[in-house]
Structure formats: structure tokens, C-alpha cells
């Protein structure tokens, strides 16, 4: 199959081969001909599976018919983070180099003038978050009953993030006789529902099963002990031990992202930081020097996880397991792309193991380890932690539960950075869990708890360590308040 097959425009098949592809990916294969007939789509896909194109390359055919106006783009894209809609606008720049189209760029962190200007001139293209489309339009800098094609990309992250309130308020500014192109990597029943309000009998375009990796991704784990130092150490070993060109060293949280790349620093790595609380300008300039080879490393938040074409990534270092095991798949989906051979290696402690099935679950695979598993005491120990941990959820929100979305979710993610949400399951802070972990109090309460007598699974549960009988303490435990040793007199 060829380019020249699919229906697309002379104009955009020369952009194509000045762009060095050559052969169209499978979902370009299979929506570009379906697309440039005005049709909807809803495309399945992951990101590296060359999904902007099969948008880009139809929407522009389509636009060199007519023209901008004023404050009325001809099209919108929407897109979960300021990162992926300014990748996307690049990707416009080069496949569109011929079209003289104007493509205005409405992300948050930077100012609405260059914004306001580009809208004025009347953009053929407007690439945008939801939140800052809204705030162009209640400012009335914009009209959306002039666009024709919209696409929703990532919908799937937009869920996480969530933007889905903003993407029906944005769908019913719409007019109703528009294409709608939707992508997301999976299907749950929430972004069912919102494809089955806002496209039109569309083509239904599935490129891989929902959660699976590149098979060009090979992918290890490696043991690593709980503590931040010890960690750290057996990352440095894992980034010496293996053949690396460049690498993103995935975090869970923010915080860690900044110490982690103090410390790469300090042992001598060429090493950059992103996460969701660094400012626009510094975000692009740490993911330019990457892109230009200037470092080598970048320690990240899950911010840079989904959608970021950084091509030519040798490898992926997983510091710690994510929680959501979809995460897993974005994070790895860095490395493998287009074909290429990709590296991917995740730190597991004992605490992970729950997370590292539920990984392996999804992949409905077994991750090999790089020098031993984590032995049966370890993983007897991490059981009884997150067995711990359960209680103490019990009654909340579970860490395997969906992220929210909707009204608290929507908040974090309008309120300045894409991965601002937190990860559900973390109702206590890790540091207060940790300390809560390390009360002696919380030790004498557990031996309290009835022993279980064998509930919902069980059986495969390793059984607990026998342990010395200990006297059991009420109310106060060992502590015997001073008023209760003055002698009593008795009369
Ligand atoms: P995407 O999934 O859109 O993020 O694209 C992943 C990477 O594949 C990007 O670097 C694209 O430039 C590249 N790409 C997209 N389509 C093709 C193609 N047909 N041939 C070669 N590379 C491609």
C-alpha cells in the first residue's frame, strides 16, 4: 500500500514525501481514505502508531478548499496537554509546509496575545486544551459555528485529566453538520458514550487491542530495595549496566522527578527534569535539549508519558511502577516507536507487587526479570503491606479504581498543570502513610483485628509468618497514666 492510494492531494503527497514516509502506518491506511470522504472516524490507537497524520494528512486535503475568517476556524483539534498540541502543531508545520494555512496554537502557560492575533487573522486550523478554547471563547475572541472538522484526540486521557465536561459543552457550540475524527488508545464506557453522542454512523478503526505493547519494546524488571537512596542506586546500576543513547526516567510523582534528577546530576548524568509544575518555556527547552541529544536523560512526571513524539528513545526507565497499569503502556510506548527496537525497564520493591501484577495482568504476560525476582520473604512482605494498605482504604476509593473525573478532576487539571490530578488510591499522602506505617500505636491496633478466617481470595495469599504471642493491650496500651500510680487511700 502507498501514499498515493489513499486519496489524498497532490499538494499533500509531495508534504508527505519531503517528511520521509514512505509506506502509511496501519491506522493511516485504514481512516485516511475514510476521512478524506468527509466521514466520521473513531480510530483506536496508540500514540506512535503514526496517528496524527492519518488526521493531519485528510484535513488538510479537505482544507484547500475555502477559506479562514475572521474569529471562525475552519477546524479544531483538541488535545489533553499543552505538549501534545504543540507536537501536533509541528507536525502541521511540516506536512503543511505547502498549504499556507494558518494555524493558531490555543494552549495555557503563555499569553493570549499572539493567541488573539492569529485567531483575528482567521485560523484554518486552531489546535487546543479545552480549558484555554473556553477562555478564547468567553472572552469572545472566537466563533465555533464556522468549524467543519473537529478532532478529539487522547480521549481517553482527557477522561483522566477531566476535561469530558469541557468536550460536550465544546461539541454543542458546534455546528451539527461537521466531521468528527476521535481517537483514544482504549474504550471505556464513559468515551463510548460521549462517541456515541457526537459522531454521525461513524468508521469504527481499531489498529492494536486496547492496552498492548510494542512488540518491539523488549521489557525487564529489576529488584530494587524500598528506600530512596538504596533505589536510586539501583537505577544508576541499571543505567550503566545497559547500552543507553537517551532515556525518560518515568516517576509517580512530582516531587520525586526534582530529587531524582538532583541526584542524577550529582553522579555526573547529562540529565534534564519535566513535570507539571515547570513553566511552559522551561518544559520546551528541557524537551528541545533532549531532542537535540544536549541531555541524554530526562527524569519525568507521567506529564511526558502520553503522546510526546520524541523519536529515537533507546530506552525507558520505569523508577517506580505506576499506579494505573495503562500508565505502563503510555510510559513504554516512549521507546519501540515506528518500529524501531525499544528498551524498557521498570524498578519493582517489594511494596509494587500488586502493581506489577496488575501490569502483567493487562499485558496477559509475564516481565522477565534482569538479575532474580524478588525473593518469596519479599514478596510476602509486600502482600502484607499493600494488605495493610487495603484496610486503611477501606471505605475509599481503591487503588485499582478509576482516577476521577468530572467536577475535582476537572479542577486539578484547569488549575495549571496536566498531571496536577493526583492518582486515585492515595487518599492518605505516602508520607503520612509512611509514618502511620512506622506507628507503634497502628501495631498495637493490628493485633486487635479479628485474624481472618479465610474470605474472598485467600487461598492465594502466602500465609502469614507465625509470630511470638504477645500480650494483648486495651485501651491505653503500655502507657499507665501518673494519676493512676498515686496510692490510693482506701477508707
Ligand atoms: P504519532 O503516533 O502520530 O505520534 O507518530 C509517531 C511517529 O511516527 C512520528 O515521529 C511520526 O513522524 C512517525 N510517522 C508517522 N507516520 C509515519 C509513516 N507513515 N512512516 C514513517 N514514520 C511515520
Given at each position: 500500500m502507498?501514499?498515493?492510494?489513499?486519496?489524498?492531494?497532490?499538494?499533500?503527497l509531495?508534504?508527505?514525501?519531503?517528511?520521509?514516509?514512505e509506506?502509511?502506518?496501519?491506522?493511516?491506511?485504514?481512516?485516511?481514505p475514510?476521512?478524506?470522504?468527509?466521514r466520521?472516524?473513531?480510530?483506536?490507537?496508540?500514540?506512535?502508531?503514526?496517528?496524527?497524520?492519518s488526521?493531519?494528512?485528510?484535513?488538510?486535503?479537505?482544507?484547500?478548499?475555502?477559506?479562514?475568517?475572521a474569529?471562525?476556524?475552519?477546524?479544531?483539534?483538541?488535545?489533553?496537554?499543552?505538549?501534545?498540541?504543540?507536537?501536533?502543531?509541528?507536525?502541521?508545520?511540516?506536512?503543511?509546509?505547502?498549504?499556507?494555512?494558518t494555524?493558531?496554537?490555543?494552549?495555557?502557560?503563555v499569553?493570549?496575545?499572539?493567541q488573539?492575533?492569529?485567531?483575528?487573522?482567521?485560523?484554518?486550523?486552531?489546535?487546543?486544551?479545552?480549558?484555554?478554547l473556553?477562555?478564547?471563547f468567553?472572552?469572545?475572541?472566537l466563533?465555533?459555528?464556522?468549524?467543519?472538522?473537529?478532532?478529539?484526540?487522547?480521549?481517553?486521557?482527557?477522561?483522566?485529566?477531566?476535561?469530558?465536561?469541557?468536550?460536550?459543552r465544546?461539541?454543542?457550540?458546534?455546528?451539527?453538520?461537521?466531521q468528527?475524527?476521535?481517537?483514544s488508545?482504549?474504550?471505556?464506557p464513559e468515551?463510548?458514550?460521549?462517541?456515541?453522542?457526537?459522531?454521525?454512523?461513524?468508521?469504527?478503526?481499531?489498529?492494536?487491542?486496547?492496552?498492548?505493547?510494542?512488540t518491539?519494546?523488549?521489557?525487564?524488571?529489576?529488584k530494587?530495595?524500598?528506600?530512596?537512596?538504596?533505589?536510586?542506586?539501583?537505577?544508576?546500576?541499571?543505567m550503566?549496566?545497559?547500552?543507553?543513547?537517551?532515556?525518560?526516567?518515568f516517576?509517580?510523582?512530582?516531587?520525586?522527578?526534582?530529587?531524582?534528577?538532583?541526584s542524577?546530576?550529582?553522579?555526573?548524568?547529562?540529565?534534564?527534569?519535566?513535570?507539571?509544575?515547570?513553566?511552559?518555556?522551561?518544559r520546551?527547552a528541557?524537551?528541545?535539549?533532549?531532542?537535540?541529544?544536549?541531555?541524554?536523560?530526562?527524569?519525568?512526571?507521567d506529564?511526558?508519558?502520553?503522546?510526546?513524539?520524541?523519536p529515537d528513545?533507546?530506552?525507558?526507565?520505569?523508577?517506580?511502577?505506576?499506579?494505573?497499569?495503562?500508565d505502563?503502556?503510555?510510559?513504554?510506548?516512549?521507546?519501540?516507536?515506528?518500529?524501531?527496537?525499544?528498551?524498557?525497564?521498570?524498578?519493582?520493591?517489594?511494596?509494587?507487587?500488586?502493581a506489577?501484577?496488575?501490569?502483567e495482568?493487562?499485558?496477559?504476560?509475564?516481565?522477565?526479570?534482569?538479575?532474580?525476582?524478588?525473593?518469596?520473604?519479599?514478596?510476602v512482605?509486600?502482600?502484607?503491606?499493600?494488605?495493610?494498605?487495603?484496610?486503611?482504604?477501606?471505605?475509599?476509593?481503591?487503588?485499582?479504581?478509576?482516577?476521577?473525573?468530572?467536577?475535582?478532576?476537572?479542577h486539578?487539571?484547569?488549575?495549571?498543570?496536566?498531571?496536577?490530578?493526583?492518582?486515585?488510591?492515595?487518599?492518605?499522602?505516602?508520607?503520612?502513610?509512611?509514618?502511620?506505617?512506622?506507628?507503634p500505636?497502628?501495631?498495637?491496633?493490628?493485633?486487635h483485628?479479628?485474624?481472618?478466617?479465610?474470605?474472598?481470595?485467600?487461598?492465594?495469599?502466602?500465609?502469614?509468618?507465625?509470630?511470638?504471642?504477645?500480650?494483648?493491650?486495651?485501651?491505653?496500651?503500655?502507657?499507665?497514666?501518673?494519676?493512676?500510680?498515686?496510692?490510693?487511700?482506701?477508707?
Amino acid at each position: 500500500m502507498s501514499f498515493s492510494n489513499l486519496g489524498l492531494s497532490p499538494k499533500v503527497l509531495s508534504a508527505v514525501t519531503a517528511a520521509g514516509f514512505e509506506t502509511p502506518t496501519p491506522i493511516q491506511e485504514k481512516a485516511i481514505p475514510v476521512a478524506v470522504t468527509g466521514r466520521d472516524v473513531l480510530g483506536i490507537a496508540q500514540t506512535g502508531t503514526g496517528k496524527t497524520a492519518s488526521f493531519a494528512l485528510p484535513m488538510l486535503t479537505r482544507l484547500e478548499r475555502g477559506r479562514a475568517r475572521a474569529r471562525m476556524p475552519r477546524s479544531l483539534i483538541l488535545e489533553p496537554t499543552r505538549e501534545l498540541a504543540a507536537q501536533v502543531a509541528e507536525t502541521f508545520e511540516i506536512l503543511g509546509k505547502d498549504h499556507k494555512l494558518t494555524v493558531a496554537l490555543l494552549i495555557g502557560g503563555v499569553s493570549y496575545d499572539d493567541q488573539d492575533r492569529k485567531l483575528d487573522r482567521g485560523a484554518d486550523v486552531v489546535i487546543a486544551t479545552p480549558g484555554r478554547l473556553l477562555d478564547h471563547f468567553e472572552r469572545g475572541k472566537l466563533l465555533l459555528n464556522g468549524i467543519e472538522i473537529l478532532v478529539v484526540d487522547e480521549s481517553d486521557r482527557m477522561l483522566d485529566m477531566g476535561f469530558i465536561p469541557d468536550i460536550e459543552r465544546i461539541c454543542k457550540l458546534l455546528p451539527f453538520t461537521r466531521q468528527t475524527l476521535f481517537f483514544s488508545a482504549t474504550m471505556p464506557p464513559e468515551i463510548q458514550r460521549l462517541a456515541d453522542n457526537f459522531l454521525h454512523t461513524p468508521e469504527r478503526i481499531e489498529v492494536s487491542p486496547p492496552a498492548t505493547a510494542a512488540t518491539t519494546i523488549v521489557q525487564r524488571l529489576k529488584k530494587a530495595p524500598d528506600d530512596p537512596a538504596g533505589k536510586r542506586q539501583a537505577l544508576r546500576e541499571l543505567m550503566r549496566e545497559v547500552d543507553v543513547k537517551n532515556a525518560i526516567i518515568f516517576c509517580n510523582r512530582k516531587k520525586d522527578v526534582g530529587v531524582l534528577f538532583r541526584s542524577l546530576q550529582r553522579h555526573g548524568f547529562s540529565v534534564g527534569a519535566l513535570h507539571g509544575d515547570m513553566d511552559q518555556r522551561q518544559r520546551m527547552a528541557t524537551l528541545d535539549a533532549f531532542r537535540n541529544g544536549t541531555i541524554a536523560f530526562l527524569a519525568a512526571s507521567d506529564v511526558a508519558a502520553r503522546g510526546l513524539d520524541i523519536p529515537d528513545v533507546s530506552h525507558i526507565f520505569n523508577y517506580d511502577v505506576p499506579i494505573h497499569p495503562e500508565d505502563y503502556i503510555h510510559r513504554i510506548g516512549r521507546t519501540g516507536r515506528a518500529g524501531r527496537e525499544g528498551f524498557a525497564a521498570m524498578l519493582v520493591t517489594p511494596k509494587d507487587i500488586k502493581a506489577l501484577k496488575a501490569i502483567e495482568r493487562m499485558l496477559h504476560q509475564e516481565i522477565s526479570w534482569i538479575d532474580g525476582a524478588l525473593t518469596q520473604e519479599e514478596m510476602v512482605e509486600g502482600e502484607r503491606y499493600e494488605r495493610g494498605n487495603g484496610r486503611r482504604r477501606r471505605g475509599g476509593r481503591s487503588r485499582d479504581q478509576k482516577r476521577p473525573s468530572g467536577q475535582n478532576g476537572q479542577h486539578a487539571a484547569r488549575s495549571g498543570s496536566p498531571d496536577a490530578h493526583k492518582p486515585a488510591g492515595h487518599a492518605v499522602p505516602p508520607k503520612a502513610r509512611d509514618e502511620r506505617r512506622n506507628d507503634p500505636k497502628r501495631d498495637q491496633h493490628k493485633h486487635h483485628v479479628k485474624p481472618s478466617h479465610g474470605g474472598h481470595g485467600a487461598a492465594d495469599r502466602p500465609k502469614a509468618q507465625p509470630q511470638a504471642p504477645r500480650q494483648k493491650q486495651r485501651g491505653m496500651g503500655d502507657h499507665v497514666p501518673a494519676f493512676m500510680m498515686r496510692p490510693v487511700r482506701v477508707p
